[in-house]
């Protein structure tokens, strides 16, 4: 069983930054795509933010150029580094991991850690 737990939420100002992680545990042969949902209260969960083992990444249009993500393989951890905060990046920040058991592809998530911008 595959365990995923983020790290790094909290409660900052406009413009600050946070850097979320997650580390993955148990048994694992290889992740696939990594990356990061959100959801805000009554909204529906957005993709953030992508990466895959080869390193490629794709990013949610509203956080391009303010959020980086990156992932180390030999760890098997996924990092979003988040700057220029806007209140409306508040959210549940969920981390997610792609892997094939048995040939059937699974995503495993984190338990979200919670990201509130605001003065």
């Known amino acids: 069983q595959v365990q995923l737990v983020e790290s790094g939420g909290g409660l900052v100002q406009p413009g600050g930054s946070l850097r979320l992680s997650c580390a993955a545990s148990?048994?694992?042969?290889?992740?696939?795509?990594m990356g990061w949902y959100r959801q805000a209260s009554g909204k529906q969960r957005e993709l953030v933010a992508t990466?895959?083992?080869?390193?490629?990444?794709n990013y949610l249009d509203s956080v391009k150029g303010r959020f980086t993500i990156s992932r180390d393989n030999a760890k098997n951890t996924v990092s979003l580094q988040m700057n220029s905060l806007k209140p409306e990046d508040t959210a549940i920040y969920y981390c997610?991991?792609?892997?094939?058991?048995?040939?059937?592809?699974?995503?495993?998530w984190g338990r979200g850690t919670q990201v509130t911008i605001s003065s």
């Open positions: 997610y991991a792609d892997t094939v058991e048995l040939t059937l592809p699974r995503r495993y």
């Open positions: 148990g048994s694992i042969f290889k992740f696939y795509a």
């Open positions: 990466i895959t083992s080869g390193g490629s990444t």
